[in-house]
């Protein structure tokens, strides 16, 4: 790989196309294990100069527009809590223009190197509300000038906070030059939680879920020690509610692959012993299940509680630096999705938080009013444990599951290329097809071996090899046709992607339909949701634009590891559970263990009938539990 030139697999490029299907992922996942996405050495320069400049022109702007932040003395801003706040505001403009996370190649896009702002500025691009049955005045999927008008009500909303003078309030360190006036804080979290239940896609991609409550906390609350003590709850809370959802084998896939793509991971050995046996076998090996849970989830669930509770500076310091240490590593393998500028705030507001604001002096969760720290700690755990139990009510954001490796998610198969270029003639919005824009610059042979290289890397991981099964026995070759990951689309058709299929299920796609009409068979799509805590099953969803919903059912999340990511053994056993009537499957036939039950109960739950207690119904979940008990 040279510094402006991609890796690409050894294969005559006329030839690749011409390759069979899983043949051709095995060798894209092979690849990967050896050299990652192979994008160019100057990717990684680019995000290097991006957090450079984030972090210049944060402090930029939050010493220019501060009464009492003075450049000629920058190291005496670092107790000060309107820095904290006005720093949390720049990132989250960055962030819901598009500017951070999600910006460049890393994130799929690539001309232009972002989606937001070019998509949310303009009426008529697509929008997701997410409950448009249940709130009132939100049905529709066409943004229109309300959403327009209200996208840069918050734009100006963010800009006025960055510039406004501080306010005092009670308990305020002596000296301290203030938070932010609390009147304009309460405006902000007011406009994008309406704006969250107009478009989920905006509102997730300001991290609403991360800053909003402690926001919250600074606006509604009339003592500092209270903000504090509530600011410093709900970070403990994101990382230990992120530690938790990483306690199944998925995460072990998510560390193996994103060292694989580490731009200085540079010795061929490491890379190949993040695997169990290559080129045999590329499932995780025990070095990477040491550095996922040791390094990773053991970090996230003890040091926070240090950090809250030590009464010791060095007890808290020991926790700081290794929470610096995990971000680091995070910011080091320039993930997919690239949430740089978030690791770097949250670098910077561990040591701001407990630091400064130590337990010891004064701010332990004791020293919050008791009714306010209970407020706190359900507002705070609420979101996270209906996120373990019941993912299909929540975005994985809000569930705190980043980089688990227990996300929903899809993968489509188009019938051909024309299907896919009806996205750019009769969907308005920014930017192209991946393909279209890649093209230009690599030619259509290498931008296609990019493309699916996607694909290739979702089935890298076990929800993957799921949505591979499903397309299997859903359409009738995967040779003749295209497939394509969820990431790719949702990033074109909506602008923004960050590992959520709550953002591209029938909601998304029966817009997309709306305008493109395609014909039964011509786009399917197969839907995993996030594995719910303390079981083995996974529910999916099998998804025609024309049709809607026409399969669902679910498979045991072991099942999906326990395979090769190319499927060799065939598609990964499950049950189908509901078949919408009159429709047959193209594919092959369903594995052994699959059965059809035409039943579903009337909230949306998938039943599988069982004998006994007069014929009634239990979850598939609660019967697979059973069985396996």
């Not at 046709?481 to 953002?503: A, K, M, P, Y």
């Not at 059912?553 to 090769?564: L, P, S, V």
Request: proline share 6%.
């Amino acid at each position: 790989m040279g510094y402006r030139t991609a890796e690409l697999p050894d294969v005559d490029l006329d030839e690749f196309a011409k390759i069979p299907f899983f043949e051709r992922m095995k060798l894209l996942q092979l690849h990967w294990v050896e050299h990652g996405f192979g994008t160019p050495k100057q990717t990684g320069t680019f995000y290097a100069w991006k957090i450079f400049l984030y972090a210049l022109f944060g402090l930029i702007v939050a010493g220019a527009f501060t009464a009492g932040l003075e450049f000629n003395n920058i190291a005496g801003w670092w107790d000060e809590p309107i820095l904290y706040q006005k720093l949390m505001i720049w990132t989250i403009l960055l962030e819901i223009t598009g500017l951070a996370a999600t910006c460049g190649p890393l994130a799929f896009h690539f001309d232009p190197p972002i989606g937001g702002i070019l998509y949310w500025w303009q009426n008529d691009t697509l929008r997701v509300p997410p409950y448009p049955k249940r709130v009132p005045l939100t049905k529709g999927n066409r943004r229109t000038p309300w959403d327009t008008g209200l996208y840069k009500l918050i734009l100006a909303s963010l800009i006025l906070l960055l510039v406004l003078s501080p306010q005092h309030v009670d308990g305020l360190p002596e000296g301290s030059a203030g938070i932010l006036p609390q009147w304009a804080v309460l405006i902000y979290c007011g406009l994008i939680l309406l704006m969250g239940l107009r478009d989920k896609i905006i509102f997730l991609s300001s991290r609403a879920e991360q800053y909003v409550p402690t926001l919250l906390c600074f606006s509604l609350f009339s003592n500092f020690v209270d903000m504090v003590i509530a600011a410093k709850v709900f970070i403990v809370i994101i990382w230990m509610g992120a530690g938790f959802s990483k306690m199944q084998h998925g995460f072990s896939s998510t560390v193996s692959i994103m060292v694989q793509n580490t731009p200085w991971v540079v010795w061929d050995r490491f890379r190949k012993a993040t695997v169990k046996d290559y080129p045999n076998d590329i499932r995780p090996s025990r070095t990477t299940h040491l550095l996922a849970h040791i390094g990773g989830t053991t970090c996230e669930l003890i040091m926070p509680l240090v950090l809250l509770f030590a009464p010791w500076g060095w007890a808290t310091w020991i926790a700081i630096i290794s929470i610096w240490m995990l971000h680091t590593f995070i910011i080091s393998t320039f993930p997919l999705a690239v949430p740089l500028e978030w690791n770097v705030f949250f670098i910077f507001c561990v040591a701001f938080l407990f630091a400064n604001f130590h337990a010891g002096d004064g701010y332990a969760v004791w020293d919050m009013e008791p009714v306010l720290l209970v407020t706190v700690l359900v507002a705070a755990l609420f979101p996270i444990v209906l996120g373990a139990l019941r993912p299909q009510y929540v975005s994985f954001l809000v569930g705190m599951k980043q980089y688990a490796g227990n996300w929903s998610a899809a993968t489509f198969s188009l019938r051909n290329k024309e299907i896919e270029d009806r996205i750019n003639d009769k969907i308005v919005k920014s930017a192209d097809n991946q393909i279209d824009q890649l093209e230009p610059l690599f030619g259509p042979e290498i931008s296609e071996i990019f493309i699916q290289k996607a694909v290739a890397f979702r089935m890298m991981h076990p929800m993957g090899r799921m949505h591979i099964s499903g397309l299997m026995c859903h359409v009738d070759d995967l040779d003749k046709r295209i497939q394509r990951e969820g990431e790719f689309l949702s990033n074109v058709l909506t602008g923004w992607n960050f590992g959520d299929g709550h953002c591209l299920d029938e909601r998304l796609i029966a817009a997309w339909q709306e305008r493109c009409e395609y014909e039964p068979g011509d786009v399917i799509a197969v839907f995993t949701e996030s594995r719910p805590a303390f079981t083995n099953i996974v529910q999916y969803r099998v998804i025609d634009a024309a049709l809607g919903t026409v399969e669902k059912g679910f498979y045991r999340h072991d099942d999906a590891y326990n395979t090769q990511p190319w499927l060799p053994d065939g598609p990964i056993p499950h049950t189908v559970t509901w078949r919408q009537e009159g429709y047959e499957p193209q594919g092959v036939p369903h594995p052994g263990n699959a059965r059809k039950v035409p039943s579903i109960a009337h909230d949306g739950t998938w039943l599988i009938p069982r004998q006994g207690a007069g014929g009634t119904a239990e979850s598939a979940a609660q019967s697979a539990s059973r069985a396996e008990a």
